[in-house]
């Protein structure tokens, strides 16, 4: 599984962002996404996981109302729509698939492939 994200940018507080990941391979095998972000200085977190096939999606607090996780099965797409954006939200962002049935997981490692990143920066 290949996965590619794109769509970040600088950006203002109060602005809105919206990321792709395109995936291709065998996205059959397939049965989450993630995306996380990882702040200079700072690990990577989890910021938002959503089935493959059906069901409702997990956040971190610090996203939840602000941000969405989406996908478009037809086009092999995961989008994570992101409003009211601050300043502590600025990171590189990557998308992340999962294949070995963990469902809906914050766990970094339970991923299995992992897009190259697209920078966020949220300029206050």
């Known amino acids: 599984v290949q996965l590619q994200a794109s769509g970040g940018g600088l950006v203002q507080a109060g602005d809105s962002l919206r990321l792709s990941c395109v995936t291709s391979g065998r996205t059959f095998s397939v049965d989450a996404m993630g995306w996380f972000r990882q702040a200079p200085g700072k690990d990577r977190e989890f910021v938002a996981a959503?089935?493959?096939?059906?069901?409702?999606?997990l956040y971190t607090d610090s996203v939840k109302g602000r941000f969405t996780i989406s996908r478009d099965n037809s086009q092999n797409m995961v989008y994570l729509q992101m409003n009211n954006l601050k300043p502590e939200d600025t990171a590189v962002y990557f998308c992340?698939?999962?294949?070995?049935?963990?469902?809906?997981?914050?766990?970094?490692?339970?991923?299995?492939?992992w897009g190259q990143g697209t920078l966020v920066t949220v300029s206050s």
């Open positions: 992340a698939a999962e294949i070995d049935l963990h469902g809906l997981t914050k766990v970094s490692g339970e991923y299995d492939y």
């Open positions: 959503i089935r493959w096939s059906a069901g409702p999606a």
